[in-house]
T-cell receptor, first 113, second 117 residues
C-alpha cells in the first residue's frame, strides 16, 4: 500500500528551464510534507518542507505547492541547474506527534546542458 | 557537528549469513530510523527506535531486527540473508518525537551498501 506516490520515475529538463516534480498521497492524516534530494552513494538531504496549513512555500529556486483537496504536491525548481540532477523523494508525516516519514518512490531528475 | 555516521560503508555477505549494520545519530538526537532502498525502489521503512525502545516496524520479516543502545546509537541485524536483501540501508536520526518537525524531518547517513551473493 503505497501511501505516497511519485508516478514519474524520471524527468529530463534543459538547463535554465523549470523542473516540476509531482507527488500524490492517499492518507488524509498526513499534514506535513518534505522533499529530499539524493545523490548516488549519499544519504538523502532535506530540501524544503510545507505544512498542510499552507499551500505554498518558497526557498530560493525551490517552491513547493500543496493542493490538499487533490492530495497532491509538487516541487518546482526554477531555473534548473546541472547540479540539480539527482533523485528527489517526497515524504509525509501524519498529524500528531512525530512519526516515521513515509517516502515516495522517487523521481530521477536529469538537467541537461 | 558530526552528522549521522554509518558503518561499514560496504558489506558483502553470502546467502544465509548474518549482517550487522551500525549507526551513530547526531549528538542529542534520540530517534533512529532505518530504511531500505532496494534497486529501483523508494525508501522502505524498516524500524524506528526512540529512547532505547522500538516504536514502529515496517512490513519486513522478523529476520530484520535491531536495537538502540543507551548512547542512542543503533544496530540493524539481518539474519538468514537472502539475495533480495541486497540494498542500500540508510539510517536517519531526529530529535525527540515531538520535535521532529522543527528539525525538518530526518538527517540521513550515507548508508551501508549490503550485497548478498
Amino acid at each position: 500500500d503505497q501511501q505516497v506516490k511519485q508516478n514519474s520515475p524520471s524527468l529530463s529538463v534543459q538547463e535554465g528551464r523549470i523542473s516540476i516534480l509531482n507527488c500524490d498521497y492517499t492518507n488524509s492524516m498526513f499534514d506535513y510534507f518534505l522533499w529530499y534530494k539524493k545523490y548516488p552513494a549519499e544519504g538523502p538531504t532535506f530540501l524544503i518542507s510545507i505544512s498542510s496549513i499552507k499551500d505554498k512555500n518558497e526557498d530560493g529556486r525551490f517552491t513547493v505547492f500543496l493542493n490538499k483537496s487533490a492530495k497532491h504536491l509538487s516541487l518546482h525548481i526554477v531555473p534548473s541547474q546541472p547540479g540539480d540532477s539527482a533523485v528527489y523523494f517526497c515524504a509525509a508525516i501524519p498529524t500528531g506527534t512525530a512519526s516515521k516519514l513515509t517516502f515516495g518512490t522517487g523521481t530521477r531528475l536529469q538537467v541537461t546542458l | 557537528e558530526a552528522g549521522v555516521t554509518q558503518s561499514p560503508t560496504h558489506l558483502i555477505k553470502t546467502r544465509g549469513q548474518q549482517a550487522t549494520l551500525r549507526c551513530s545519530p547526531i549528538s542529542g538526537h534520540t530517534s533512529v530510523y532505518w530504511y531500505q532502498q532496494a534497486l529501483g525502489l523508494g525508501l522502505q521503512f524498516l524500524l524506528w527506535y526512540d529512547e532505547g525502545e522500538e516504536r514502529n516496524r515496517g512490513n519486513f520479516p522478523p529476520r530484520f531486527s535491531g536495537r538502540q543502545f543507551p548512547n542512542y546509537s543503533s544496530e540493524l541485524n539481518v539474519n538468514a540473508l537472502e539475495l533480495e536483501d541486497s540494498a542500500l540501508y540508510l539510517c536517519a536520526s531526529s530529535g525527540s518525537r515531538d520535535r521532529a518537525r522543527a528539525n525538518y524531518g530526518y538527517t540521513f547517513g550515507s548508508g551501508t551498501r549490503l550485497t548478498v551473493v
